[in-house]
C-alpha cells in the first residue's frame, strides 16, 4: 500500500513538472511555437511520457480542468441540505478567491496564461470544450438528483457561463493593468452578482 502511495505521488510530481515546464515555454514563447518534444527534452522524460500523461497538446497548458471540474462538481454533491447548488458553487467561488487561487484568476500570473490561451486558436477550441464538459458533468448530478434532465442542463449551462464570466472578468482587468489588489477586493462583488443573476433570474433586464 505504501509503494503504491509512492508511485501515485512520484506520477502527480512528474505531471505537474511537465505541465509547469510546458506552461513556461508557452508563455515564453506562445502555444503554437514549441513543440511536445521540446517539452520534454526540458522536463528530461521522453515524449512518450508527455503524451501518457496529456494525451492532447492544448492539454499540456489547461491542465488544471480535471481537478477542476472534480472539485465544482463535488461542491455541488456535498452541499449541506436545503443549500442550492448556486449557494454551494458561489461559496466556492469566494474560497477560491480568498485563497489566492490560480482558478480565481485574480493572481497576476493569471495574465500571461490569458495571452497564451487567447493568441492560440487550438487552444481557445480546447477551453471552450472543458466549458462544455463542466456544465455536462454538473447537470448530470444535478439531474440525478432531481430526476428533471432539461432543467438540469440549463441551470448548470448558468452555472457554468457565471463562473466562467468571474474568471474572465478578473483575468481581463489584470490584462488591461489593473492592481491586482483592486481587482481582487472587486471580485467579491463580481461573484455576487453574478450568482444573483443566476438565482433570480434577468427579470426585466434591460428594461
Not at 492592481?179 to 434577468?202: C, P, S, T
Amino acid at each position: 500500500m505504501a509503494d503504491h502511495g509512492l508511485r501515485e505521488r512520484k506520477k502527480r510530481a512528474t505531471r505537474q513538472l511537465i505541465a509547469d515546464i510546458a506552461s513556461g515555454l508557452f508563455i515564453q514563447r506562445g502555444f503554437e511555437e514549441v513543440t511536445v518534444a521540446e517539452i520534454a527534452e526540458a522536463a528530461g522524460v521522453s515524449k512518450m511520457t508527455v503524451f501518457n500523461y496529456f494525451p492532447r497538446k492544448e492539454d499540456l497548458f489547461l491542465d488544471r480542468h480535471a481537478d477542476r471540474m472534480a472539485d465544482l462538481v463535488a461542491a455541488v454533491r456535498a452541499r449541506p441540505s436545503g443549500t442550492s447548488a448556486a449557494a454551494a458553487l458561489r461559496h466556492h467561488q469566494h474560497e477560491l478567491l480568498a485563497a489566492g487561487h490560480p482558478l480565481s484568476g485574480a493572481i497576476q500570473g493569471a495574465s500571461g496564461f490569458w495571452w497564451v490561451l487567447r493568441s492560440s486558436p487550438a487552444l481557445m477550441t480546447r477551453f471552450h470544450e472543458q466549458e462544455r464538459e463542466i456544465a455536462e458533468a454538473l447537470a448530470e448530478v444535478l439531474s440525478e438528483e432531481t430526476g428533471e434532465p432539461l432543467r438540469a442542463r440549463t441551470v448548470a449551462a448558468l452555472l457554468t457561463t457565471a463562473i466562467s464570466t468571474i474568471f474572465a472578468n478578473a483575468v481581463s482587468r489584470l490584462v488591461a493593468g489593473d492592481e491586482e489588489a483592486e481587482v481582487r477586493r472587486d471580485q467579491v462583488m463580481v461573484i455576487d452578482q453574478a450568482f444573483d443573476l443566476v438565482e433570480h433570474g434577468v427579470g426585466d433586464y434591460p428594461g
